[in-house]
């Protein structure tokens, strides 16, 4: 399953992403910050529509295997609510060269944030909280 | 012809999270928004760049319903 609950564990998602063909293995791990556009973010609040969101996060890996030769590609997505300084997701790709690997790796993120039906709430240390949006959705969806 | 309505995140916040509509034969994804029209959260949901998906499949706004479609109405994503 791409997208959990659960605290991300890294070392685990991490574990073994090495095989005997993979000279490369590239990662990604977003974590919640603690700022946003001058506002100090205390945690951030990810909700998702779970069976598109599923599919579509093995659509990206799909996509990107057809258009990388990489050998396997990881994701994690958590959903709830996440402290600063926690992961929200995480991406690995392992591949027999470096270049496939971080190709692979960045288009599965950039797919994630466009193509896969997550939002999160920003909820700040004066109490106010909002939606944040992507502003380039439309363009990749269209 | 019945479909149902899926809001998420902020849209679900306003609008509520799941509606079953009787709506006319052949109608569009993007005229939905029409049946949510009851109060001033109207002019949210018209000015907003929305996203549709049928059945868990990205369509456009032009895109016809059938009967039993679940048409999931979506601000952009924000995940990652």
Known sequence: MSITTDPILLEKFFSNTAN???GAVASFVG???NHDEGQEVRR???ECYLPMAVKMIADLIHRAKSQW???DIRVLHRVGMIEVGEAAV???VSSA???EAFSACRFVIEGIK???PIWKKQFFNDDSSEWGVCHHTQEVLL | MKIQVLFFAELREMFGASHSLVVPDKIKAGEVTDYFSHDSKTY?????SLVYAINETFEMPDTELKEGDCLAIMMPMSGG
């Open chain 2, 44 to 48: 949210f949901l018209k000015k907003q």
């Open chain 1, 90 to 92: 995480a991406i690995v």
């Open chain 1, 97 to 99: 060269h470096r270049q």
């Open chain 1, 114 to 116: 466009r193509e896969v």
């Open chain 1, 44 to 46: 951030l609040y990810y």
């Open chain 1, 31 to 33: 974590f919640v910050r």
């Open chain 1, 69 to 71: 030769a990489v050998e």
């Open chain 1, 20 to 22: 005997s063909r993979c």
